[in-house]
Every structure is written in C-alpha cells, then in structure tokens.
C-alpha cells in the first residue's frame, strides 16, 4: 500500500543574521553550523500503592528552546559575541615616536612597542626604512644616554619585528642600564579590535534564511534571544579553518511567539 503524500526532504544550507537592539540586520558571514534544540523538563508523580509504581502525573514543567551556531567569520564584530564584548578599531598615527620608555630593559624577552591603558597590545607594526630608522639608547639613572647598535651580526645588540612592533635585546651595553630609550615610527594602519572591557550578555534577535541543496528552505526567527560563548575557538589547526562558536538561549518576547519556523511547504 502506498500513501498520498509527498515527503518534504531537506539537505539545509542558509545564512544568519543577527538583529541588533539599534535596529537592522547584520548578516554574521559564513558560518559551518547551526542546530535548533529544544528540551522539557516534567513534573512526574507515581504511585506508592503495590509492588509496581504506576505513572500518574506526567506535565512539562518548563521548554528550553536554543539555537548552536559555528561561524567561520572570524571578524572582529562576531568575535566580540564570543568575548562579550565590544568591537572597535585603533586609528595608528605615523607621527614619530622619541625616546619611548622601557624600564628595567632585559635581554632574551620581546618587548611591544606603544603599549598605553587604552591599547595595552601595543602597536601594529612599525616603519623600517633608510628614512625611518628604529634607533635605541640606553642609560642609567641620571647619566647620559649611549646608542645601541641594531643587529647586523651575532655580536649585535638589539632586533627589531616590524610586524609585530616588538624589539628584543641582545645586550644592553656597559654598565647595567636601567633604562631603553627607543625611537620609532608607527605603520599606518587601523586594526579591528574585539575587546572585553567588561562580560555584555546583550540581547538580540536570530534570523535564518535557508538556502537549501534540497527541498525546500525554511526560515526561522527567534525575535529575543542572548548570544554567548559555546567553546574554544581553535587557533592552530592543520584540518581546518577557525571557527566560533556560539549558543543562542530564546528568551520569551513581550508578545508573539518566542520561535517561529515558517516556508511554503
């Protein structure tokens, strides 16, 4: 016997949007994953009477609906969900910089350059040419400042990365300095920046448009809902490329549904 029915199969693909509280929808880029999972917890009662317990109440007592995303936009924006915390930039100036301070200089350790309290990661990088010179002194307490040879050789006294904007001594001269004075001109440049200036479990709201390799795709919407972190985001890999994951907790809007899964059938 065969039924009349066509069954709706669907091989799911889509894209995400995250609606923000200032309004509109940020397509959150591409992503690997994304699951809805929803879970009860019941009231159970059973009877005392005779040697089998018979069920006697079986009621949902609370739903959990929530939504697991992977998303391989590692942008400074979706990064700040997985931190909790908020995405910016750092506009990097080029004007020179003169006798920066690094106190208690030692040999064998990276030290960044332009390290403040509003950019405690130092800069992005630094200029190395024949115009633009990295140059280093040292001394100490009140005495004169001597220059500092950079490396050219093994008997060399300092290094510099200009990618990373970090200089690493060799030596240090005579005399023990207590103080490296290093003159230096910041790349221009304005890097992305995701910063957890303090833990922000904000609330927005989820959108999913599918786009699927078979059948026919549905959406979903989760109109409020708090985004957080649901793992590790692996650095170094040889088998694939970084990934952020994320949990979605539907919360209950004022009104409406809290999770809505709608398309033509």
Same mark, same amino acid.
């Given at each position: 016997m065969?039924?009349?029915?066509?069954?709706?199969?669907?091989?799911?693909?889509?894209?995400?949007?995250?609606i923000?509280p200032?309004?509109?929808?940020?397509?959150?880029?591409?992503?690997?994953s994304?699951?809805v999972?929803?879970? !009860? +917890?019941?009231?159970? &009662?059973?009877?005392?009477?005779?040697?089998?317990?018979?069920?006697?109440?079986?009621?949902?007592?609370?739903?959990?609906?929530r939504?697991?995303?992977? =998303?391989?936009?590692?942008?400074?924006?979706?990064?700040?969900?997985?931190i =909790?915390?908020?995405?910016? !930039?750092?506009?990097?100036g080029?004007?020179? &910089?003169?006798? +920066?301070v690094?106190?208690?200089?030692?040999?064998?350790?990276?030290?960044?350059?332009?390290?403040?309290?509003?950019?405690?990661?130092?800069?992005?990088?630094?200029?190395?040419?024949?115009?633009?010179?990295?140059?280093?002194?040292?001394?100490?307490?009140?005495?004169?400042?001597?220059?500092?040879?950079?490396?050219?050789?093994?008997?060399?006294?300092?290094? =510099?990365?200009?990618?990373s904007g970090?200089?690493?001594?060799f030596? *240090?001269?005579?005399?023990? #300095?207590? /103080?490296?004075?290093?003159?230096?001109?910041? *790349?221009?440049?304005?890097?992305?920046?995701?910063t957890?200036?303090?833990?922000? *479990?904000?609330?927005?709201?989820?959108?999913y448009?599918?786009?699927?390799?078979e059948? /026919?795709?549905?959406?979903?919407?989760?109109?409020?809902?708090? &985004?957080? #972190?649901?793992?590790?985001?692996?650095?170094?890999?040889?088998?694939?490329?970084?990934?952020?994951?994320?949990?979605?907790?539907? *919360?209950?809007?004022?009104?409406?549904?809290? =999770?809505?899964?709608?398309?033509? +059938?």
């Amino acid at each position: 016997m065969t039924e009349d029915h066509n069954n709706l199969i669907v091989v799911g693909a889509g894209r995400l949007y995250l609606i923000e509280p200032e309004g509109g929808e940020r397509y959150l880029g591409e992503s690997s994953s994304c699951g809805v999972t929803v879970t !009860s +917890e019941y009231i159970t &009662v059973e009877s005392s009477d005779g040697p089998v317990a018979r069920r006697l109440v079986h009621k949902p007592r609370s739903v959990t609906r929530r939504m697991d995303l992977e =998303l391989l936009d590692m942008t400074a924006q979706n990064l700040a969900l997985f931190i =909790l915390g908020e995405a910016g !930039s750092a506009t990097q100036g080029t004007d020179k &910089v003169t006798d +920066e301070v690094i106190k208690g200089p030692r040999t064998g350790v990276w030290y960044p350059l332009g390290v403040t309290a509003d950019r405690p990661e130092g800069i992005w990088g630094v200029e190395d040419s024949d115009t633009k010179k990295v140059t280093v002194k040292t001394k100490k307490g009140a005495g004169n400042a001597s220059s500092l040879a950079r490396k050219t050789d093994d008997k060399a006294n300092f290094e =510099l990365c200009t990618k990373s904007g970090r200089i690493r001594f060799f030596a *240090l001269g005579t005399g023990s #300095p207590d /103080t490296a004075l290093v003159t230096y001109t910041p *790349l221009a440049a304005t890097p992305a920046r995701a910063t957890s200036s303090g833990a922000q *479990l904000r609330e927005f709201g989820l959108r999913y448009i599918e786009d699927a390799t078979e059948g /026919t795709g549905k959406r979903i919407l989760a109109p409020r809902c708090t &985004v957080s #972190p649901n793992g590790q985001i692996a650095l170094k890999s040889r088998t694939e490329a970084q990934r952020i994951p994320l949990q979605v907790e539907v *919360l209950e809007p004022g009104s409406g549904p809290a =999770l809505v899964m709608y398309g033509p +059938e």
